[in-house]
């Protein structure tokens, strides 16, 4: 499974977009300093909306896509699934 993320700052705060095969190892990663020096410089640690793919070319495409997309968008496709900005993280087990 393949997962396309997005993390924020706070609500309405600094987004940050990626990819990955193993969520919550990611996650860690970023947690630590050890993922993103983007994330690691703006405090990017809230896990807001997710999306899963079988294959990682699909999830690829998408996270490209949505790199692309306007911040209006962005916030629009976060508060469609998540309207409180809370960190989803804590559903991953």
Same mark, same amino acid.
Do not use: P
């Given at each position: 499974?393949?997962?396309?993320?997005?993390?924020?700052?706070?609500?309405?705060?600094?987004?940050?977009?990626?990819?990955?095969?193993?969520?919550?190892?990611?996650?860690?990663?970023?947690?630590?300093? !050890?993922?993103?020096?983007?994330? &690691?410089?703006?405090?990017?640690?809230? /896990?807001?909306?997710? =999306?899963?793919? $079988?294959?990682? @070319?699909?999830?690829?495409?998408?996270? !490209?896509?949505?790199?692309?997309? &306007?911040?209006?968008?962005?916030?629009? /496709?976060?508060?469609? =699934?998540?309207? $409180?900005?809370? @960190?989803?993280?804590?559903?991953?087990?």
């Amino acid at each position: 499974m393949y997962y396309v993320y997005i993390l924020a700052s706070r609500r309405h705060g600094t987004l940050y977009i990626g990819v990955t095969n193993s969520l919550q190892k990611r996650l860690e990663e970023h947690r630590t300093g !050890k993922g993103s020096s983007f994330v &690691k410089a703006y405090g990017i640690h809230r /896990l807001v909306y997710v =999306e899963s793919y $079988e294959r990682a @070319d699909e999830a690829i495409a998408r996270e !490209k896509q949505l790199k692309r997309w &306007k911040r209006d968008w962005k916030i629009e /496709l976060i508060e469609r =699934e998540n309207l $409180e900005w809370r @960190d989803l993280s804590d559903l991953l087990d």
